[in-house]
T-cell receptor, first 114, second 111 residues
C-alpha cells in the first residue's frame, strides 16, 4: 500500500463558492478515483482521474460541477463548484495499481456547505 | 442497475463470539469482492478481498464467496470491542468495471 494524504481534512464553505481538494500519494499509482460519502450513506464513485487526460465521470456527475485534474501519477485534485448545502459530504480519493481491483482510500475531506 | 445489498444492522454480538456479515450482489459478471472496515469519522480500510469460490482466511477474518448464489460473507472470529465499526462490501464487475459499494453493516461488539 501507500501513504495517501488529502487536503483540507475538513472545511466549512458558503453557498455558491468552490473548494478544491487535493490528494497526494507517496508513490506512483496507476489509478486514482474520487468518491462521495453522504451522511449515513455508502460510497458513490464520482469519477476516475486519468493522468494527462479528462476524467471519466459516472452517471449523475458532470465536469462543470466536479472538475478533476491529474497532472502526474501521484497527485489529483477535485473541485466542488458552485456549492449548495446538498454538497455537504465526505469526499474521498482512492488509489490502485494495475487494473484498479484493490483500492486504498485517503483519509477524506469533510465538507459542510452553509 | 448493479446493486450490492447488505443488512444495515446494527448487528450486536458479545465479545469473543463470531460475527457474521452478509452481502449479496446482482451482477453475475462480478469477479472481485472486497470487505472494508470503516470506523466512525474515518475512511474505509481494506481488510479482505476474495476472487474465487470458497473460503479465504486472514487472521481473525474469513471471507466466503458463493458465486452461484451471488453471496459473499465475512466472519470475524473472537470478536473484540475494537472490531465495532461499519463493514462495507464492495464488488467489481468485469475487468474494467468500477467498485460498487453496499451501504454497510454496523457491527457492535459488547464487552
Amino acid at each position: 500500500s501507500a501513504v495517501i494524504s488529502q487536503k483540507p481534512s475538513r472545511d466549512i464553505c458558503q453557498r455558491g463558492t468552490s473548494l478544491t481538494i487535493q490528494c497526494q500519494v507517496d508513490s506512483q499509482v496507476t489509478m486514482m478515483f474520487w468518491y462521495r460519502q453522504q451522511p449515513g450513506q455508502s460510497l458513490t464513485l464520482i469519477a476516475t482521474a486519468n493522468q494527462g487526460s479528462e476524467a471519466t465521470y459516472e452517471s449523475g456527475f458532470v465536469i462543470d460541477k466536479f472538475p478533476i485534474s491529474r497532472p502526474n501519477l501521484t497527485f489529483s485534485t477535485l473541485t466542488v463548484s458552485n456549492m449548495s448545502p446538498e454538497d455537504s459530504s465526505i469526499y474521498l480519493c482512492s488509489v490502485a495499481w494495475g487494473g484498479g481491483d484493490t483500492q486504498y482510500f485517503g483519509p477524506g475531506t469533510r465538507l459542510t456547505v452553509l | 442497475q448493479k446493486e450490492v445489498e447488505q443488512n444495515s444492522g446494527p448487528l450486536s454480538v458479545p465479545e469473543g463470539a463470531i460475527a457474521s456479515l452478509n452481502c449479496t450482489y446482482s451482477d453475475r459478471g462480478s469477479q472481485s469482492f472486497f470487505w472494508y472496515r470503516q470506523y466512525s469519522g474515518k475512511s474505509p480500510e481494506l481488510i479482505m478481498f476474495i476472487y474465487s469460490n470458497g473460503d479465504k482466511e486472514d487472521g481473525s477474518f474469513t471471507a466466503q464467496l458463493n458465486k452461484a448464489s451471488q453471496y459473499v460473507s465475512l466472519l470475524i472470529r473472537d470478536s473484540q470491542p475494537s472490531d465495532s465499526a461499519t463493514y462495507l462490501c464492495a464488488v467489481k464487475s468485469g475487468s474494467q468495471g468500477n467498485l460498487i459499494f453496499g451501504k454497510g453493516t454496523k457491527l457492535s461488539v459488547k464487552p
